[in-house]
């Protein structure tokens, strides 16, 4: 834990440990993503940003393996995606719990399907997991209601809950947050950085968000796509704050004014819909 605790604080390697190399992503006849080339250092948080429809889901499906590039390739630690797998951990746009499921058995099933040895040990430590994991989105006193029972933020944080369970390296969140109220989303935030900082194993975060301050808060870079069609990496803004940030005080930061004016310039340059935040 120490080491990847250094690794963030800044001596990452520069080898890509996830690349997307010449992308084309088409659908029947219309081109969604043309030429995306992209390189994600193991450790790094990165943010996807751009207007609805310009392919940041697509993006995220192809890094998950749920889809299969029309052209050129997604690899990670040097292996080609070929398909969806447990090293890569997805929370999807809504939170896609199972309703019948307690809390408890939406993240433990996932689990038992990843961890497959039933030793005694192995059981107590999958249980130990979980509680940690459900304390730590404040979940543990709910664990035994169903999504229905739930607020929207709390689904949400069951969400990032199981995806976190299965231990991914790389974690791939698509637009976690949009249905919450701004309070929970803050909230959300910080249990987010206190998962991703304790957990050894999930080191790499890829996050689709509309929320430009969410972005800069959470992110060492943030990927704005040009619009869509043929979306591609239209700019890269480095988000250089040092960690643990505070929220409180972070908005006032020199660094913070510059990715946040950069990145609505950025924005504001792409025609068509503006952004919802
Ligand atoms: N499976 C699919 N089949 C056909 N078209 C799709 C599919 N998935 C996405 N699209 C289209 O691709 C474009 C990008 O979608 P998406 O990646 O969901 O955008 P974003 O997440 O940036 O809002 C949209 O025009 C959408 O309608
Ligand atoms: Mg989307």
């Given at each position: 834990m120490?080491?990847?605790?250094m690794?963030?604080?800044g001596t990452?390697?520069?080898?890509?440990?996830?690349?997307?190399?010449g992308?084309h992503q088409?659908f029947r006849?219309t081109?969604?993503?043309?030429?995306?080339?992209?390189?994600?250092?193991?450790?790094?948080?990165?943010s996807?940003i751009?207007?609805?429809?310009?392919?940041k889901s697509t993006l995220?499906?192809?890094?998950?393996?749920l889809?299969?590039?029309?052209a050129?390739?997604v690899?990670l630690?040097g292996?080609?995606?070929r398909?969806?797998?447990?090293?890569r951990?997805?929370v999807?746009?809504?939170?896609?719990l199972?309703p019948w499921?307690?809390?408890l058995?939406n993240?433990r099933?996932?689990?038992?399907?990843?961890?497959?040895?039933?030793?005694v040990?192995r059981?107590?430590?999958?249980?130990?997991?979980?509680?940690?994991?459900?304390?730590?989105?404040?979940?543990w006193?709910?664990r035994d209601?169903?999504p229905?029972?739930?607020s929207?933020?709390?689904?949400?944080r069951c969400?990032?809950?199981r995806?976190?369970?299965?231990?991914?390296?790389?974690?791939?969140?698509?637009?976690?947050?949009?249905a919450?109220d701004?309070?929970t989303?803050?909230?959300?935030?910080?249990e987010?950085m206190?998962l991703?900082?304790?957990?050894?194993?999930?080191?790499?975060?890829?996050?689709?968000?509309?929320?430009?301050?969410?972005a800069?808060?959470?992110?060492?870079?943030?990927?704005v796509?040009s619009?869509g069609?043929r979306?591609k990496?239209g700019?890269?803004?480095e988000v250089d704050i040092?960690?643990?940030?505070?929220?409180?005080?972070?908005a006032?930061?020199p660094?913070?004014v510059e990715?946040?004016?950069?990145?609505?310039?950025l924005?504001?340059?792409?025609p068509g819909?503006?952004?919802?935040t």
């Open positions: 120490t080491t990847l605790t690794e963030r604080a990452r390697t520069d080898v890509p440990y996830l690349a997307i190399e992308v088409v006849d081109p969604v993503l043309e030429n995306v080339d992209l390189e994600i250092r193991r450790g790094e948080f990165v996807l751009g207007h609805s429809g310009c392919g995220l499906n192809l890094i998950a393996g889809l299969t590039p029309t050129g390739r690899s630690d292996e080609l995606v398909g969806p797998g447990a090293d951990g997805m999807f746009q809504g939170h896609s199972l499921l307690s809390v058995d993240v099933v996932p689990m038992d399907a990843v961890f497959r040895d039933t030793r040990q059981t107590q430590a999958k249980a130990e997991r979980i509680e940690r994991i459900l304390r730590a989105v404040g979940l006193e709910h209601k169903k229905g029972e739930l929207g933020g709390m689904r949400q969400a990032v809950a995806a976190f369970a299965v231990r991914p390296r790389v974690l791939l969140l698509d637009e976690p947050f949009g919450v701004a309070l989303k803050s909230a959300l935030h910080d987010l206190s991703w900082s304790s957990d050894s194993e999930t080191e790499t975060v890829i996050m689709v968000t509309h929320d430009i301050d969410e800069i808060y959470l992110s060492d870079r943030i990927v796509m619009n069609p979306a990496v700019a890269i803004v040092p960690r643990p940030r505070d929220k409180r005080t972070i006032r930061l660094a913070y990715a946040r004016e950069q990145l609505l310039a924005l504001a340059r792409a819909e503006a952004p919802h």
